[in-house]
């Protein structure tokens, strides 16, 4: 009980930190495994963050067969290694496929239910909490910093999703009209999300939303749905910004007025093939890597850095101030 107290104080110590600075900052990454070494965390806690957002496959329990006797221990062995100082952040998650079950797993996953409900224990969701009580981990958050109302949404692109169709990491269009990555409910909820008062707009997928020219898992595998994203969006096009992990290189795309960060992974290298897309700016990078999100009073930055603190590549977006 005292621990647990004093972890909340130095949470509520930590989180009132940008009150008296210039700015909050917020770290995200995903491709975590557990049985790999995590030498990344030393140079993310060096940049004293905020928060920390975990994109997906936060473990990697996932086993061929879909068998959960891995994700546990996985867990396990995930929550000792994990540093201290992310008791003093804010933490947000999503999950893909490697903390789902089942490797490019979606709605047909057998074993899902079960799945969720060691999500849940492992990152301590409140029984209070809608993930709790609700098929799927999908969620949301409001934040206000510098008197700005920022909305944080955190999809879940796992529970609900169709089939792929294409062979495995040659994937193609499924066009079928019931075809869906959200599924009915989870589109209710996230056009409900939308109706509310904000100023900047966030939004967390574990798999690319814009990026088209790969063949391996996206939003554009399913146009019917993406393009049902990006209308529903259309009027916050100009305060949105969009986050993803799953790739394990990271990269910066632009579509319109809206710019997605891809942050993967930070113990998992990818493959050193190059890869372009016609929304990318810049290159991709398949070195550990994590982002930092730093939001001041008139702008936003971006960095995406390597496992040694260097930049790699970076945006910014300024803002009108009230």
């Known amino acids: 009980m005292i621990k647990k107290f004093i972890t909340y104080c130095l949470f509520f110590i930590s989180s009132c930190n940008y009150l008296y600075s210039d700015s909050v900052k917020i770290g995200l990454g995903s491709c975590l495994d557990q049985d790999y070494p995590q030498p990344i965390w030393e140079t993310i806690e060096a940049e004293k963050l905020n928060y920390f957002i975990f994109l997906g496959d936060n473990v ?3 086993t061929p067969s879909g068998s959960l006797r891995k994700m546990k221990s996985a867990y396990d062995k995930q929550k000792k290694i994990l540093p201290n100082f992310l008791n003093e952040v804010q933490i947000y998650s999503i999950w893909d496929d490697h903390d789902y079950g089942l490797n490019d797993g979606g709605s047909d996953y057998k074993y899902k239910k079960k799945a969720q ?14 993930r709790s009580n609700r098929d799927g981990v999908y969620f949301s958050t409001n934040e206000v910093f510098f008197e700005k109302k920022f909305k944080f949404i955190f999809l879940d692109t796992r529970f609900f999703r169709s ?5 495995k990491s040659n994937y193609v269009e499924n066009t079928d009209l019931d075809a869906t990555i959200l599924g009915e409910e989870q589109w209710d909820w996230f056009e409900d999300e939308l109706k509310s008062d904000f100023d900047f707009l966030f939004i967390f997928s574990s798999i690319q939303i814009i990026a088209e020219n790969h063949r391996f898992e996206k939003w554009s595998n399913f146009p019917n749905e993406k393009s049902k994203f990006f209308t529903l969006i259309e009027e916050f096009k100009d305060k949105t910004l969009l986050f993803s992990g799953d790739r394990h290189r990271a990269g910066i795309y632009k579509k319109d007025e809206i710019i997605e960060i891809t942050s993967s992974s930070m113990n998992k290298p990818g493959s050193s093939f190059d890869e372009t897309d016609d929304y990318l700016i810049g290159n991709t990078y398949p070195q550990e890597n994590f982002t930092v999100l730093e939001i001041f009073e008139d702008s936003i930055e971006i960095k995406i850095k390597d496992i040694k603190g260097n930049i790699l590549n970076s945006i910014k977006r300024k803002h009108h101030k009230n």
């Open 117 to 130: 409900q060691l999500y849940l224990n492992f990152w301590e969701v409140p029984t209070s909490d809608d």
């Open 163 to 167: 089939k792929l169709k294409g062979k």
């Open 60 to 62: 990697y329990g996932d």
